[in-house]
């Protein structure tokens, strides 16, 4: 709790759940973990980190439209958020990188 009594907003609960999936939506999973790596490597190496660049990326890769969106989005966003808070650590004194 904060100093005026409210709940931090930035408080998030998780639930974790096991999941049995078959062959075939086993390998839909692990294709689309892929896809998601590729756009986020793809982001990294050429140093893009922003939403507009995936309808661009989706028409050079057109295997990158079986993954919804918002998970590609997400995995911009997250890209940006990483490298927000290595920027803090650094301004910290804290070494990061190579």
Request: aromatic share 8%.
């Amino acid at each position: 709790m904060s100093a005026n009594g409210s709940l931090e907003s930035a408080m998030r609960h998780v639930a974790r759940y096991r999941i049995y999936p078959s062959q075939k939506i086993a390998g839909r999973l692990f294709a689309s973990f892929a896809r998601c790596a590729f756009v986020r490597n793809w982001c990294l190496e050429n140093k893009v980190y922003q939403d507009s660049c995936l309808p661009t990326l989706k028409t050079e890769y057109p295997e990158l439209k079986e993954v919804h969106s918002k998970v590609l989005q997400n995995v911009v966003q997250q890209i940006v958020h990483n490298l927000r808070a290595l920027r803090k650590l650094k301004e910290q004194g804290r070494k990061v990188g190579k």
